[in-house]
């Protein structure tokens, strides 16, 4: 009888090992790449915004660095309104993922950088998130 309790005892406690090993496993899954292929997905909901004239996507995944290149009409559209396009643009990434994310907790582990298109001599890059960080900081011309 003691054995048969010393056995069951074992055979709980491989099992629970086991069940907090996979556990674990899932949540160190790497997601860069489905991240990305939400946020090369979701340019098109950008293209479609007035003003905006071209759109481009870059992942680094060396890094864990995504690139987001807009080519925009300042004459048309705000700094505040870009912005918002971005923003919105970020939640419908996330949005697209399993589970529904909010594009804070889904940009988290990676660096965001968004550059500017066309005649972007002067000041390329438009803002930028690093890693570990849920804020967008802007740099505007």
């Given at each position: 009888m003691l054995r048969t309790l010393?056995?069951?005892?074992?055979?709980?406690?491989?099992?629970?090992?086991?069940?907090?090993?996979?556990?674990q496993g899932e949540s160190n899954?790497?997601?860069?790449?489905?991240?990305?292929?939400?946020?090369?997905?979701?340019?098109?909901?950008?293209?479609?915004?007035p003003g905006i004239l071209l759109t481009g996507f870059a992942a680094?995944?060396?890094?864990?660095?995504?690139?987001?290149?807009i080519e925009y009409d300042p004459g048309q559209i705000s700094k505040e309104q870009l912005k918002q396009i971005v923003t919105?643009?970020?939640?419908?990434?996330?949005?697209?993922?399993?589970?529904p994310n909010n594009w804070e907790e889904m940009l988290e582990p990676y660096q965001l950088r968004i550059?500017?298109?066309?005649?972007a001599q002067k000041t390329p890059v438009i803002a930028e998130k690093e890693i570990g960080s849920t804020?967008?900081?802007?740099f505007f011309e």
């Open positions: 010393h056995l069951f005892i074992v055979l709980v406690l491989i099992a629970s090992v086991t069940i907090i090993a996979g556990c899954k790497d997601t860069f790449p489905e991240v990305g292929q939400s946020l090369s997905k979701s340019m098109k909901q950008m293209d479609k915004q680094d995944p060396k890094v864990k660095q995504y690139k987001v290149g919105d643009y970020l939640s419908h990434a996330a949005s697209n993922l399993s589970p550059e500017k298109l066309g005649d804020e967008i900081k802007w």
